[in-house]
């Protein structure tokens, strides 16, 4: 990875061209991510069509980086990869940031949920399933979390105009905990 940044940054683009050897790309990585990687590389040698990973690299000062690589395998006329090209972006500080939040979630007591019209299923924080007593996961059908509300409490995450009662209070619910049974109040 560094030698071909190398080979960019001195403007040799026949090197450039010619890539890195895979040995150097896999030893950049980090070793916790590298058997992740290795299967995913294997995804596109086998003919998955495109690579799209977050995974850590270590620089050659040692500095653990965060990269998001994207790319696709290139083949000769009889199937045979020939080349993998693509491209890494240093998404570390991204990684930051997303970890901060967490931290400052979970010690507030905020969960986090994003619902998108149309679709029966919601993106969730863990921190969002912890509150409610349900089992980490990053998505979580609409129906699970809405089935957790005591009785008479309108919907926790929007169903179907055609099912929502249309005067019902939009900040404040009573749910069952799904862990303990006990009963909390949560706003949203």
Avoid at 47 to 76: N, T
Wanted: proline letters at 7%.
């Amino acid at each position: 990875i560094s030698k071909a940044d190398a080979l960019v940054a001195s403007g040799d683009r026949e090197a450039a061209l010619a890539g890195v050897p895979t040995s150097a790309f896999f030893k950049a990585i980090h070793p916790d991510d590298r058997p992740r990687i290795k299967i995913a590389v294997a995804g596109i040698l086998a003919g998955a069509e495109l690579f799209s990973k977050e995974f850590r690299i270590v620089a050659p000062d040692g500095a653990v980086l965060w990269m998001h690589g994207r790319g696709q395998c290139e083949y000769d006329a009889q199937d045979n990869p020939v080349r993998f090209s693509g491209l890494l972006i240093d998404v570390t500080e991204r990684k930051r940031t997303e970890e901060r939040l967490r931290i400052a979630q979970t010690a507030g007591g905020v969960g986090t949920f994003e619902y998108v019209d149309g679709y029966a299923t919601v993106a969730v924080s863990d921190e969002f399933c912890r509150l409610l007593g349900l089992h980490p996961a990053p998505v979580l059908p609409v129906q699970t979390i809405n089935a957790l509300l005591q009785p008479g409490q309108q919907h926790l995450i929007p169903v179907p105009r055609s099912l929502a009662a249309p005067d019902a209070p939009d900040w404040v619910f009573r749910i069952t905990h799904g862990e303990d049974g006990s009963e909390r109040w949560i706003a949203r």
